[in-house]
């Protein structure tokens, strides 16, 4: 089965298109260097702003003839041939592949609501070409919407990233059970919640470093930790370049922090297929 994450996180400005975009280019990069047959990440972009689609193309013109929103609102026995001929060309690598977003997308979600079999309208297509891909990678808007259950739907691994400050154990066991919820309320075993990701770590701000600690003593959320990504510039000044960290600066820290945290993840699916 082809692993495919989902970041989620029912608030803003926490990090999920950087850590989708850059995870994906990240495991693309982690595979051709181990050698393997199959290199390919697909990113699938759900959120309408289409930040992810943006820095990972170039592009913003997506619409309803080549994004996510043909495919959602295509007949369902057409869905994988019309997904296979939305999927765009990343800049960043020739293995990463994206399917993009579009500002339809807000559109989508009121024409879909009450339509039957809607929540699967991603997950079904996306079974159907998965093994194509090493890998598939999700972006989330900053809501549970359909379009988020679409995407928690079709996943296997779900990822929360979170700020510092946003790290409130009652915010983050919502999260947390949420997800919990939509696995076993719609019956998909295959959705686990892989890790919480802190993004934008200040340790220089005595609240992060307090916070930080409050989460890896908590008996529940403290087991869930895959990773701290520091507050970087870097990050920033790549996505006005559209590049991913790792190319804008290999050297600084929010690059190496993420190459742990895929590393960290290759490591424990490696782990995991081989104890199936």
């Known amino acids: 089965m082809t692993q495919t994450f989902v970041m989620t996180n029912h608030k803003g400005g926490v990090g999920k298109s950087t ?31 289409g930040h992810a689609s943006l820095v990972t193309t170039g592009r913003r013109d997506f619409g309803k003839d080549n994004s996510l929103y043909t495919l959602l ?12 001929r939305c999927i765009a060309q990343s800049t960043w690598d020739d293995d990463l592949h994206v399917l993009p977003a579009s500002p339809l997308l807000e559109g989508a979600e009121r024409e879909l609501m009450g339509v039957a079999g809607a929540p699967y309208r991603l997950a079904e297509p996306l079974n159907r070409i998965a093994n194509y891909y090493a890998a598939v990678v999700i ?20 990822i929360v990233p979170v700020e510092p400050r946003y790290l409130e154990t009652i915010g983050l066991l919502s999260v947390v059970n949420k997800i919990n919820d939509i696995r076993e ?4 075993p295959n959705l686990h919640v892989r ?4 993004t934008k770590m200040d340790t220089r701000m005595k609240g992060h470093i307090q916070l930080v600690d409050s989460l890896k003593a908590h008996p529940v959320l403290g087991n869930l930790m895959c990773g701290v990504i520091p507050s970087n510039e870097a990050v920033a000044y790549a996505h006005s370049q559209h590049l991913s960290v790792f190319e804008y ?13 895929v590393s960290l993840l290759v490591k ?3 782990a995991q297929r081989g104890a199936a």
């Not at 295509?74 to 296979?84: F, G, H, M, P, Q």
């Not at 890790?195 to 802190?198: A, N």
């Open 268 to 270: 424990q699916l490696v």
């Open 139 to 158: 972006d989330t808007r900053p809501s549970f919407s359909l379009m988020t259950e679409m995407g928690l739907l079709a996943a296997t691994d779900a």
């Open 19 to 49: 850590t989708a975009t850059n995870l994906a280019f990240g495991l693309v990069r982690v595979l051709k260097q181990a050698g393997a047959a199959n290199a390919r990440v697909l990113l699938v972009d759900t959120d309408s702003q």
């Open 195 to 198: 890790g919480i990701l802190v």
């Open 73 to 84: 609102v295509a007949e369902r026995k057409e869905a994988a041939s019309v997904l296979a």
């Open 185 to 188: 309320g719609w019956r998909h």
């Open 249 to 261: 600066d290999p050297h600084c820290a929010a690059s190496r922090a993420y190459a742990q945290f």
